[in-house]
Nanobody, 124 residues
Framework: QVQLAESGGGLVQAGDSLRLSCTVS????????MGWFRQAPGKDREFVVA????????VYADSVKGRFTFSRDNAKNTVYLQMNSLKPEDTAVYYC?????????????????WGQGTQVTVSS
């Protein structure tokens, strides 16, 4: 059983920063392509960033490029999402997800395992 657990969400003001963490348990962490998605009320789940299981450069959504930084620490079975210059439109529940694909995929259907989500709220 693979489990993902996110942490680090909260309420911040526009321009502030937050760092989200996601720890994976139950299977070798490096077996997965890892991604972050977000979902605002009334909207579809949206791709944010992902990194393939063997490392390499993260792939970012245009909406977060230059503001968000994604990293993974295979030794700690953890991925991080550093979010800077937050905007009200970044408000959403953020989900960590794991895919068995060997390459980056932006389609949430290609991710097998999901965390419970963590709320990020950015006030103007």
């Amino acid at each position: 059983q693979v489990q993902l657990a996110e942490s680090g969400g909260g309420l911040v003001q526009a321009g502030d920063s937050l760092r989200l963490s996601c720890t994976v348990s139950g299977r070798t962490f490096s077996s997965y392509t890892m991604g972050w998605f977000r979902q605002a009320p009334g909207k579809d789940r949206e791709f944010v960033v992902a990194i393939k299981k063997n490392g390499g450069s993260p792939v970012y959504a245009d909406s977060v490029k230059g503001r968000f930084t994604f990293s993974r620490d295979n030794a700690k079975n953890t991925v991080y999402l550093q979010m800077n210059s937050l905007k009200p439109e970044d408000t959403a529940v953020y989900y960590c997800a794991a895919s068995l694909f060997s390459w980056v995929t932006t389609d949430p259907k290609n991710y097998t395992y999901w965390g419970q989500g963590t709320q990020v709220t950015v006030s103007s």
